[in-house]
């Protein structure tokens, strides 16, 4: 992989997010929003376990270390924690609100990594930064 590869990576988890925000609200529609998280969490299961085993990278996961496993569980209750969120939100709320203030997590990540892993952003990425803010205070109060 080239080093820049990580921006198409992304980019395409941006467009699978924001299909996401689409299938969830008409998924939901039905149906108890925990009970579609669930439903949606088996069917990831499912996949990724396909994924893993049919492009060989499995490996004995009883061999990573205490703080892989204590980072990647701890990574897995904020995952669920946000997806029940979300799917509840969706299930009361227009994507078109919903979505952007989903998406200030790109804020709090920023501020999470300066405190916690060090991060320093360049001037231009806190003005970024600063600008998605902003564009999310403005269609959270929009109407």
Not at 44 to 58: C, E, G, P, R
Not at 121 to 138: D, K
């Amino acid at each position: 992989m080239v080093a820049h590869d990580w921006f198409y990576w992304a980019l395409l988890s941006a467009v699978f997010a924001a299909l996401t925000a689409i299938f969830v609200k008409v998924g939901v529609q039905d149906v108890d929003a925990d009970l579609a998280t669930l439903i949606r969490t088996a069917i990831i299961m499912v996949v990724l376990a396909a994924f893993v085993i049919s492009t060989d990278k499995w490996t004995n996961p009883f061999t990573l270390s205490p703080k892989t496993w204590l980072f990647l569980g701890l990574s897995g209750l904020a995952t669920g924690a946000s997806w029940v969120c979300y799917f509840r939100a969706l299930k009361i709320g227009d994507v078109s609100r919903v979505a952007p203030v989903d998406k200030f997590s790109l804020v709090l990540a920023a501020v999470f990594a300066v405190v916690f892993l060090q991060e320093r952003p360049s001037s231009q990425e806190w003005l970024g930064i600063t600008m998605i803010a902003g564009g999310v205070l403005l269609l959270a109060l929009k109407r």
